[in-house]
C-alpha cells in the first residue's frame, strides 16, 4: 500500500441494524477499490470483514473489523461494525476512533430499532454522518420513500446527494444531484436550501434568488457535514455493487480527514495511540488495534503505558485488512494500526511518552445484563478456564468475568444471551476450553423475625476424656445490614472467659452455613447469657460445637424467613409497548416505582424486582418490545421472600451441593 498524509485519511464506520447489509457494502468497497480480488459474500462465507467462524455461521458480524480502501489517493478506513445489540460495544469503541460515520438503511425493511440506537450512539459521540440507503435493488422499495422517512424522524438537514437511477429491479447506478440538478429538480432544491442553511452569506445570496457556484455548493457541503448541520443522503444495493464507487468519493471528497475532524486530540505534538480493540489470536497472541494521534509513529518504539505506567516495546508495526495483518514500518497520524504482543496495554489505554504523557479518554462501555455460571467440562478445562477467560474479556470489555463468593459460582457477564454464548463458543475454538453453562444460583439470605431463647448441652463420653459444652443464649432480629452480631454476658465463669471465642466462631460458621436452605444467615443477634462446663471434659471444640447447634436450634425457633436479593430496574421501551412490559413485570413480582417519558417515543420504566425474575429477562424483553427495548439493573437490598415461593426454593435446595 502507498504512503499516505494525515489529510488523505478518512476514518469510516459502518453502523446500521442487523442485516442492513453494512458488511457487504464494506466487502464491496474493498472490491471496488483493490479492483483484483472477487467481492467477499456474507451469504457464502466468504466475505473478508465477517471472517470469524461464529460470524460465518450465524450470517452476521459480532465484532468490529478494518478495511484499508486506497481509492483516489486517498486511504479509507472502513471499520465494519456489528449492529446486533448484543454487541454494541463494538460499536462504541469503533465510533470512538471514527471521524464520521455511515449509517446504513435497509431500503426494504426501512428505519429499524438498530438504526436508531446508530443515530444515537453517532450523537453520543458527536460525529458527523450520512444516511446510506441499501438493498435498492429489492422488490417494493422506494428511495424517495425511505428517504423521506429519514427526514421526517431525523430533521430536515437530511437530504439526498444523490438519486438511484431507477428503483427496485430497475435499479442501475446513482446520479449526483450537484453535478445533475436537473435529474431531480425538487431534491437538488432542498440539497441547496440545507447548504445555504449553514453559512449566513451563502444563505444571503441564495434567499436574493442568486444561483450558488458549484464550488460554492460543494465547499457548502464539505463545511455543512462536518459540523452535523446537513447529513447527506446516498444510494446503493451493496450485492451488485451499484453506488459503491460514488460512495467512496463522496467519503474521499466530503468526510473529514483527521487533520480537520472533531474528534479529539492530545495536548502536545506528542506520541499518543489509543487502543481501541483487542483481539486474542490463538497464533500469534493478543492483537491491539490502535489509533494514532499527537505524532507519526516508528516501528521499534519503545512507548509508555499512560495507565499502567509501564513500558511497552512494540516491536513490528501492522495495517489491519480484515483478518490479515500487513507489515509497514511507520504509521501516520489519525491512521489505524495494530501491534502483536503487548504485555500490560488493554483495550482503552494509551501507548505514548514518558516525557509528555497524555491519556485519551475511553468509552463507558455498557454493563452487562445477562450471565451465565461456567464450569469446566474436564480436569484438563479446569486448569485453562481462568487464562481463557482472562482472555476473553481482555478481548471483548463488555464480558465481565467475576466469583460469586456467596454461590461459589465463577460467572461470565455480557450484553445479552447471545453475546455471552458466543463468547462460550469462542473460547473454545481459541482456547480448546469445553465449559458447561447453566443459569447462576441467586444468593438468598436467611434471617429470623422473632426473639427466642435457645439451650444447648453437648455432652459426649467416650471411654477417656469427654466432651462438655453447655450454652444459653437468646437470639433477636436486627435491621437490614447488620450481619451477625455475637455478645456475652456471661458472669461467675459458668462458660470459662477462654472459651466464649469458640462459642461465637460455632455460631458464625453455622450462621455460614445457613439453617433453611442452606444460604447465610444475616441480621441476627446473639447475646451469650449462660452455660456451664466440666473441669476435664469442656474444651474450645466442645464450646465451638455447643455454639453451633445452638444457634441452628435457636434459628428454627425464631421463625426463620427466606430472604431474596432485590434490583432497581430501569427500562427503557417504546410507548406503543408500555402496556405488556408492565403487564410482564407484574407476573414477576415487580413494584413500579416510577415512569418518565425519554425523547420521542419511548418511556422509561423504574422498578423494584427479584433478582431472580430477571435472569432471562434480556431475550423476554427483545421479544416483547422487538427488540426496541433496553434496560440496566443494580442491587438494592434484601427482602423476604412470599411463603409460597420461599417453599419452592428450599425444596428444590435440598439435597444440593450448598
Known amino acids: 500500500m502507498a504512503d499516505y498524509s494525515t489529510t488523505q485519511i478518512r476514518n469510516v464506520s459502518l453502523v446500521a441494524h442487523n442485516g442492513a447489509g453494512k458488511t457487504s457494502l464494506a466487502d464491496a468497497f474493498y472490491y471496488t477499490a483493490d479492483g483484483t480480488n472477487r467481492q467477499g459474500r456474507v451469504d457464502n462465507q466468504t466475505s473478508l470483514s465477517d471472517y470469524e467462524p461464529e460470524e460465518q455461521t450465524r450470517g452476521s458480524s459480532i465484532q468490529t473489523a478494518v478495511l484499508p480502501c486506497e481509492w483516489k489517493g486517498h486511504r479509507i478506513n472502513v471499520l465494519d461494525t456489528p449492529g446486533y445489540p448484543d454487541f454494541r460495544g ?5 465510533l470512538r476512533v471514527s471521524d464520521a460515520a455511515a449509517l446504513v438503511i435497509s431500503a426494504a425493511a426501512g428505519i429499524e430499532v438498530g438504526a436508531r440506537q446508530a443515530w444515537q450512539l453517532c450523537d453520543e459521540f458527536n460525529l458527523p454522518r450520512a444516511i446510506v440507503i441499501n438493498k435498492l435493488d ?20 437530511c437530504v439526498p446527494a444523490q438519486v438511484p437511477d431507477g428503483d427496485a429491479s430497475s435499479f442501475g447506478g446513482v446520479v449526483s444531484l450537484l453535478d445533475n440538478p436537473a435529474v431531480d429538480a425538487e431534491a437538488y432544491e432542498k440539497l441547496v436550501e440545507a447548504i445555504a442553511d449553514t453559512d449566513d452569506d451563502l444563505a444571503e445570496k441564495y434567499l436574493e434568488g442568486e444561483d450558488l457556484s458549484a464550488d460554492e455548493l460543494v465547499e457548502g457541503l464539505k463545511a455543512g457535514f462536518l459540523a452535523g448541520q446537513i447529513i447527506p443522503i446516498f444510494a446503493t444495493s451493496a450485492s451488485t455493487n451499484t453506488g459503491t464507487a460514488e460512495l467512496l468519493d463522496a467519503i474521499a471528497d466530503f468526510f473529514p480527514s483527521p487533520a480537520n475532524a472533531t474528534a479529539d486530540k492530545p495536548p502536545s505534538d506528542a506520541i499518543a495511540c489509543l487502543v481501541f480493540k483487542t483481539t ?9 488495534f490502535f489509533r494514532v494521534y499527537g505524532a507519526p509513529l516508528e516501528g521499534q518504539d519503545q512507548l509508555w503505558n499512560c495507565n499502567s505506567e509501564t513500558n511497552e516495546r512494540l516491536g513490528q508495526l501492522y495495517r489491519p485488512a480484515g483478518k490479515d495483518t500487513l507489515p509497514v514500518d511507520s504509521l501516520p497520524v489519525g491512521d489505524i494500526g495494530v501491534v502483536a504482543k503487548l504485555s500490560e496495554t488493554k483495550t482503552f489505554h494509551t501507548l505514548g511518552q514518558r516525557s509528555s504523557p497524555a491519556l485519551l479518554e475511553g468509552v463507558e462501555l455498557p454493563r452487562p445484563i445477562f450471565s451465565l455460571a461456567v464450569s469446566p467440562n474436564t480436569q484438563a478445562d479446569l486448569d485453562k478456564m481462568g487464562p481463557a477467560l482472562q482472555r476473553i474479556s481482555e478481548e471483548d470489555p463488555t464480558l465481565v468475568v467475576e466469583r460469586n463468593f456467596d454461590t461459589g459460582e465463577t460467572v461470565l457477564n455480557g450484553l445479552g444471551d447471545i453475546h455471552v454464548e458466543m463468547a462460550i463458543e469462542r473460547i473454545r475454538r481459541k482456547f480448546d476450553v469445553e465449559l458447561k453453562t447453566s443459569l447462576p444460583k441467586i444468593a438468598y439470605r436467611e434471617t429470623i423475625s422473632a426473639v427466642t431463647k435457645t439451650e444447648y448441652r453437648h455432652k459426649k463420653q467416650t471411654g477417656g476424656a469427654g466432651q462438655y459444652g453447655h450454652v444459653i443464649m437468646e437470639l433477636s432480629p436486627l435491621p437490614a445490614g447488620e450481619g451477625i452480631n455475637f455478645s456475652s454476658k456471661v458472669v461467675g465463669g459458668n462458660v470459662p472467659r477462654e472459651y466464649i471465642p469458640s462459642v461465637e466462631k460455632g455460631i458464625r460458621a453455622a450462621a455460614q452455613a445457613g439453617v433453611l436452605a442452606g444460604f447465610p444467615v444475616v441480621d441476627a443477634g446473639i447475646l451469650l447469657l449462660d452455660g456451664s462446663s466440666h473441669s476435664v471434659d469442656s474444651s474450645g471444640t466442645a464450646f465451638e460445637i455447643a455454639g453451633s447447634m445452638g444457634f441452628r436450634q435457636g434459628v428454627r425457633d425464631a421463625r426463620p424467613l427466606l ?8 427500562i427503557l421501551v417504546p410507548d406503543d409497548a408500555v402496556g405488556d412490559v408492565m ?7 415487580a413494584r413500579i416505582s416510577g415512569m418518565e417519558p425519554r425523547g420521542v417515543g419511548f418511556t422509561e420504566i423504574s422498578a423494584a424486582v427479584p433478582a431472580s425474575q430477571m435472569q432471562r429477562y434480556a431475550a423476554d424483553l427483545r421479544s416483547l418490545t422487538q427488540a426496541q427495548g433496553a434496560f440496566s439493573t443494580e442491587f438494592d437490598h434484601y427482602e423476604p421472600v412470599p411463603p409460597q415461593d420461599a417453599e419452592r426454593v428450599i425444596q428444590a435446595t435440598a439435597g444440593s451441593d450448598r
Do not use: C
Open 280 to 288: 486474542a489470536d490463538p497464533f500469534v497472541g493478543k492483537l491491539s
Open 90 to 94: 463494538e460499536m462504541m469503541s469503533a
Open 583 to 589: 403487564g410482564d413485570l407484574n407476573t414477576r413480582r
Open 563 to 570: 430472604l431474596e436479593p432485590i434490583v432497581k430496574a430501569r
Open 138 to 157: 429489492r422488490d417494493n422499495t422506494s428511495f424517495a420513500e425511505t428517504a423521506s422517512q429519514v427526514a421526517e424522524l431525523w430533521g430536515r438537514q
